[in-house]
């Protein structure tokens, strides 16, 4: 509660004064957060489209990035970009406004699409559980931000809809079958 009444109370917004102990964690991930966000918002093209696709410890995100808030690498220095934490500070930094809010209408479409089929099958169901689960555990894991992460659903995506042609041949299928 401790962690959480400080981040109501807005204690991660002087990222100089930020107190960080070993139990704050959403402290941690929302100053996290908020540190990279500003820095996207101060870039007028970066703030709708992100500021690009840098690598970790690349010479560019060396150069340009100055993070206080993140975990430590193996330099002893603080890792700018990346974080196992929360998927939304990636977002922002590498996605911007836009590009975060198209993945979310694309993040959303398959939610309702296996909802609109859930009556086909209970893979439907399984695949509405496991985005949702994904989406929820975005404040606590970069799951959402890792792409490999809807394999199964683009897997499944094409086994529910019956092109024109496929509805003729398994009708003319059953007319043979039930003749």
Not at 43 to 56: A, I, P, Q, R
Not at 63 to 86: K, R, V
Not at 107 to 117: A, E, L, N, Q, S
Request: proline share 3%; with cysteine; charged share 20%.
């Amino acid at each position: 509660m401790e962690d959480i009444n400080k981040v109501a109370a807005g204690d991660y917004q002087e990222l100089e004064d930020v107190k960080l102990s070993s139990e704050s964690t959403f402290l941690f991930r929302v100053a996290h957060f908020y540190e990279r966000y500003t820095t996207m918002l101060e870039d007028n093209v970066g703030k709708w489209l992100g500021l690009g696709f840098m690598t970790e410890g690349s010479p560019y995100t060396e150069a340009h990035f100055d993070f206080m808030i993140g975990l430590e690498n193996e330099d002893g220095g603080i890792d700018q970009i990346d974080t196992p934490d929360i998927s939304w500070s990636i977002f922002v930094i590498r996605y911007g406004i836009i590009g975060t809010i198209l993945f979310l209408i694309l993040y959303f479409y398959f939610i309702v699409y296996y909802f609109r089929y859930q009556s086909h099958g209970t893979i439907c169901i399984v695949m509405i559980l496991y985005l949702l689960l994904i989406f929820t555990t975005s404040l606590t894991s970069d799951l959402l931000y890792k792409i490999n992460m809807l394999i199964f659903p683009l897997i499944y995506i094409d086994q529910w809809e019956d092109p024109p042609k496929n509805k003729m041949i398994q009708k003319n299928i059953d007319n043979d079958i039930f003749k």
